[in-house]
């Protein structure tokens, strides 16, 4: 389909000018305003809308999507609150429990603004199949958006008490290249518009896995082009623990693992200091900034400004729903422009487009997907259209940043992904939601009873 866009309120593009957008085989080839609709082009009407890139969420765990709000874990911190959600629930994850919870929580972030995800998916074990694996590839392709499946894994059961207190036995590292180099042969796709990506992702990188683990891991990803992730410096305990079990600081110990990089990227980095920001700066290593669950679990606030100021590439994470329970880009970026005035005691700290650029082309540079991100010709048609003509939205002066400042709840008219309409009028294409609600209803409910 080609597709003319036109007469949007604003566009958040290099020019103030713009208001239309030509589409055509899923690549913008036009901006402009008054431009006149092609025989072939469907139009859409932008009328009360404004425009902005697909964001791009760089750090979730979409299995999370249904341990929302677990009683036993709300108050507390990380390492308790791993012991008490993730790690007593996803041994019972079904393939078909997790096919409709990842069509929950990327339903969450397509309603949101979100084009693509980065799930650092980790439900694997000594006697995984790849069924449950397939469900979250299976359920980005049936709703069009653009996925990173983040391999996780682990060899050890470590120094987190959540992981030790599990009945779960680990991967080999056999086990880990073996099923990764199926699961790359299978979906990875290269190119910055692709829409499948895998990414050696161990699980916590201090606490799971040894050094000839991790550079194994590093090994193998460089020799096939794949970016590497992890968890790093959340909380305190990170970097005690590196000193503790390596006789060195966190991120010399991820030096030495050869796990900095250009194609590499940390979630949370909440504990980085001067010393670490300097060495992630130098080698090009990004974060996945994820403020609200580090809000939620009382991590801390991440020092993402001091990084951007050394250079680092700052993107944004909605983490996992079960310590982030919105599940929402914009929600993610609003707190993000919010958080560091009350951190810095600058009402100038950050700025909407700041927060913005984040969510957006930081994130697709960051994951390899470089041919999106931006609204500019030549790019990928990820765009995103939020329904101004709404009264929450009705008396704000700043047009463009307006989605941004007021944050949730936001209303989606049309949202595209390489050019395919993904989000009409509110409703994201290809799924009913009354069934969705009513799948991952039952299937809390029979979660509820196997692991009580």
């Given at each position: 389909m080609h597709y003319l866009i036109q007469g949007a309120k604003a566009v958040f593009t290099d020019s103030d000018q713009v208001t239309d957008i030509r589409i055509?085989?899923?690549?913008?080839?036009?901006?402009?305003?008054?431009?006149?609709?092609?025989?072939?082009?469907?139009?859409?009407d932008a009328k009360g809308c404004v425009a902005y890139p697909g964001m791009v969420n760089t750090h979730h765990h979409l299995f999370q999507s249904i341990l929302k709000g677990i009683p036993e874990g709300l108050n507390h911190g990380l390492d308790d609150w791993l012991a008490s959600v993730p790690f007593r629930f996803w041994p019972s994850i079904t393939p078909e429990l997790m096919y409709h919870t990842a069509k929950l929580g990327l339903f969450e972030l397509l309603r949101s603004g979100a084009t693509a995800c980065a799930d650092h998916h980790y439900l694997y074990h000594a006697g995984s199949t790849t069924e449950v694996e397939d469900a979250v590839w299976q359920a980005a392709d049936d709703l069009g958006i653009r996925l990173v499946l983040c391999r996780g894994s682990t060899t050890t059961k470590g120094s987190h008490r959540g992981m030790k207190a599990s009945t779960i036995e680990p991967e080999t590292l056999g086990q880990i290249i073996e099923r990764m180099d199926s699961s790359r042969v299978r979906y990875h796709q290269d190119g910055g518009m692709?829409?499948?990506?895998?990414?050696?992702?161990?699980?916590?990188?201090?606490?799971?896995?040894?050094?000839?683990?991790?550079?194994?891991c590093a090994e193998y990803a460089r020799q096939h082009g794949l970016k590497l992730h992890s968890h790093l410096l959340e909380v305190e305990f990170d970097e005690i623990a590196a000193q503790k079990n390596f006789g060195m600081r966190a991120i010399d110990y991820a030096e030495k693992c050869n796990w900095l990089g250009e194609d590499v990227w940390f979630a949370h980095l909440v504990w980085a200091d001067d010393y670490a920001i300097k060495k992630l700066a130098e080698t090009g290593t990004g974060i996945a900034h994820c403020p609200t669950s580090n809000c939620r679990l009382g991590s801390g606030i991440a020092p993402a400004l001091d990084m951007q100021t050394a250079g680092m590439n700052i993107t944004l994470g909605v983490d996992g729903s079960a310590s982030a329970e919105s599940g929402s880009m914009i929600q993610e970026a609003n707190l993000a422009w919010l958080i560091h005035r009350?951190?810095?005691?600058?009402?100038?700290?950050?700025?909407?487009?700041?927060?913005?650029?984040?969510?957006?082309?930081?994130?697709?540079?960051?994951?390899?997907?470089?041919?999106?991100?931006?609204?500019?010709?030549?790019k990928a048609a990820d765009i995103v259209l939020y329904n101004m003509d709404k009264p929450r939205f009705a008396g704000v002066h700043a047009t463009l940043e307006a989605p941004l400042l007021c944050g949730e709840p936001v209303e989606i008219k049309y949202s595209f992904v390489q050019g395919k309409i993904v989000v009409e009028d509110g409703c994201v294409q290809g799924l009913d939601e009354a069934e969705l609600v009513a799948n991952v209803q039952q299937g809390v409910v029979d979660l509820i009873k196997k692991v009580s």
């Open positions: 055509r085989d899923g690549i913008i080839t036009e901006l402009g305003k008054g431009l006149v609709p092609a025989a072939d082009e469907t139009l859409i692709a829409m499948r990506k895998l990414v050696v992702a161990p699980t916590s990188f201090i606490h799971s896995s040894t050094e000839t683990d991790l550079r194994a009350a951190d810095k005691k600058n009402a100038a700290a950050t700025t909407a487009d700041m927060a913005i650029q984040w969510a957006t082309k930081n994130g697709a540079d960051l994951l390899g997907l470089s041919g999106t991100g931006e609204i500019k010709v030549g």
